[in-house]
Every structure is written in C-alpha cells, then in structure tokens.
C-alpha cells in the first residue's frame, strides 16, 4: 500500500464543478491505498477514466500526481462531455454564460417565477440546437438548480429532473471552472463507449472504473443517466474489459454496490470477479434519487493489484 497526504495540491481549488450522484470523495483514501506502489508520484504513468462522471477521483489525480506522463477522461454522456471540454477550452465564455444565468435567476421574486425560468433552460437544452459553450452552461445551470443534483435522462435522452426549488445556489463558481481550465489541459478528453479504452494504453496504466452501480433492489433503479442504460450484460461486458487490461499488465480500480451488503444472499459481483481482490468500503449516499441508496452504505473496491495475469 502506498499512502499520500490527500488534498496536498498545487492547486487546492480544482474539484468538480457540478454536483454528481455516486460522486467519489468520501472514496479517496481507499481509492488511494489500492493504488499500486510504483505510482508514488505518477511519473511515467497513463491514467485513464472511462466513466468521469462528475470527476472527484479525477480531480484528485491531477493535483496530486502532476508528474502523470497522460491522462484520458471519457464518458458515455455526451452533455457531460462537451462541458469537460468547454470548461478546458472556454473557460472565460463559460463563465460569462453562468453569470448572466445567475443574475437573472437571482432576479426572480418568487419560486413559481424561478421554476418557469428553469423549465425554459431545460426545454432549450433538450432542443439541442444551442451553440456548445451555451449548452455546457445550461448543463451546469439545470446541475445547479434541478432537485438534489441529480442527473437523469428519458428513453429519448431528455433531461428530465424536476426544479430543486434553490432561492440562491451557487451557479456561477467561477474558481472552481478556472482552476479545473488549468487542470484540464493535459487531459485527453472522448465520448463513448468504455470498451473503447483500452486499445494503445501503455502496460503502466492505472485505469479507475466507476460504471453506474448495479441496483441494489428492483425497486430502487437509477439506471436512466443514459438513454442507453447499463444493465447486467453490460456488467458482464466491463468484467471482460477488466480481464483485457489484467492480460495487458494494465491496473485497474474498479467501484460498484454491495449487492451482498443488501442481500448476502446476491452474489453477482463476487461471482462475477471472484479472480480479483475485492474490498467492502463504507461511503456516505446523500444526493441520489432513492432514499434506499442514501446514508452510509457498504461499497464493492475491485482491483488487480495482487493479481498475476
């Protein structure tokens, strides 16, 4: 086990600049000591996220490992990504976008006229027919302002979360998306499908996996953050990834739910990655859809770190 001083960064205000359900901070020191020995400072090492999200462990990774030779982020939603890229390569118009939001936002006297204002933004964010740094600014708007930061699309990719009924959220948080600008210039940033990832990535990388969690019940699916879905089979499929990059010497940390912990009768995930180390972590849930999935729950780190392929 390797541990570092957490939060000791060159650039202490970089973190993610919207709310994210699943999002990894409570995770860091864990996600820190699965980390192999020979990534002390990141020299010469590839690091590679196929599902960003909201980009906690990211972030965490760019500030304290500046020596990382690479660095690619993908995810499979397109919005995210174009706002990853917006905030990369526009940071100034982002920000001029988000505060003309936040003042006429502020602006209205009531939460019937706020509500208005925010199904307006929703509707012409669903349009798709603004420019990039607009829509990223509407991502970042409905993140701010929708119920709980939660993210979630119907069968048609429409973002469809009710008005959060805020007086005064944080919308413009203008040193965050400065500081992530900064950060994010040596970031290879895709939108795709996971299984992309792994083609030409050097023997020393450390891809960290953070897929949409298995439900823990039937009743308590939150699946729908992509029109796609991501169900068993494609559990099944990111599995088969991982073994892809254990042949290839790769190292991967991966998170998911404790199915066991609900159920110790389940045993999908020990099944399915009974060949890999696998630790049960606690994690804090309060911004989710279901309330079974809030509170401190029992978490799934899988990894390769003491696995010979």
């Not at 020299?43 to 304290?64: C, D, H, K, S």
């Not at 023997?203 to 996996?209: A, P, R, S, V």
């Not at 029109?227 to 991982?242: N, P, S, T, V, Y």
């Not at 890999?276 to 799934?300: Q, T």
């Amino acid at each position: 086990m390797v541990y570092f001083e957490l939060e000791s960064a060159p650039q202490p205000a970089a973190k993610p600049f919207v709310k994210w359900v699943g999002g990894k901070k409570q995770l860091l020191p864990e996600i820190q000591a699965a980390l192999p020995a020979s990534f002390a400072d990141g020299t010469g090492w590839t690091y590679i996220e196929p599902f960003v999200g909201g980009g906690a462990v990211l972030f965490w990774m760019l500030r304290n490992f500046p020596n990382l030779h690479h660095a690619i982020i993908n995810d499979i939603n397109p919005d995210l990504i174009n706002t990853y890229r917006i905030v990369r390569n526009a940071a100034t118009d982002l920000i001029g976008e988000l505060k003309a939001l936040a003042v006429h936002y502020r602006n209205l006297q009531n939460e019937e006229r706020r509500k208005e204002f925010y199904l307006q933004q929703r509707d012409k964010f669903n349009d798709k027919k603004s420019g990039k740094v607009e829509s990223a600014a509407m991502f970042i708007f409905l993140n701010r302002t929708c119920f709980n930061g939660l993210y979630r699309v119907n069968s048609k990719g429409g973002f469809n979360v009710p008005f959060g009924k805020y007086t005064d959220p944080l919308i413009c948080d203008e040193k965050t998306i400065l500081a992530d600008n900064q950060l994010l210039q040596k970031v290879e940033i895709l939108n795709g499908d996971f299984a992309t990832m792994n083609k030409d990535a050097p023997e020393k990388t450390l891809f960290y996996l953070d897929p949409p969690y298995k439900p823990l019940s039937q009743t308590s699916s939150f699946n729908s953050y992509a029109k796609e879905g991501f169900g068993d089979a494609d559990q099944i499929r990111l599995k088969e990834f991982c073994d892809q990059l254990a042949a290839k010497r790769n190292r991967f940390i991966l998170s998911n739910a404790d199915l066991k912990g609900k159920d110790p009768a389940n045993l999908f995930f020990d099944e399915l990655y009974a060949n890999y180390d696998i630790r049960r972590v606690w994690a804090s849930r309060m911004v989710n859809a279901n309330p079974e999935k809030r509170g401190k729950l029992s978490e799934l780190l899988i990894t390769n770190q003491n696995t010979t392929r």
